[in-house]
């Protein structure tokens, strides 16, 4: 075989690896990113309109509104 094919090989694979560790790398960092969003709890005040988020895990129970103290429950999308 011709060296200059060999060398192909290699340019093309090596650029082909280089891609996929780029990709692997922003499809984790953007999981990252969705997982701390997803943690934040968004509420809509039905009584004066406040749009609020917490950090919290349970929320069945409702969380209160900072403004006016109605309890309101999650939105959910
Ligand atoms: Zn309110």
Known sequence: MHPFT????????SALLLIA???????KREKR???????RRIFHCVKCGELYSI????????????K??????ELSF
């Open 6 to 13: 060999w060398f192909l090989i290699l340019y093309t694979g």
């Open 21 to 27: 560790g780029v990709w692997f790398y922003y499809e």
């Open 33 to 39: 990113v969705f997982d701390i969003r997803r943690k």
């Open 55 to 66: 950090r919290k895990k349970d929320v069945s129970d409702g969380q209160q509104c900072p």
């Open 68 to 73: 006016c103290g109605y309890n309101n429950f």
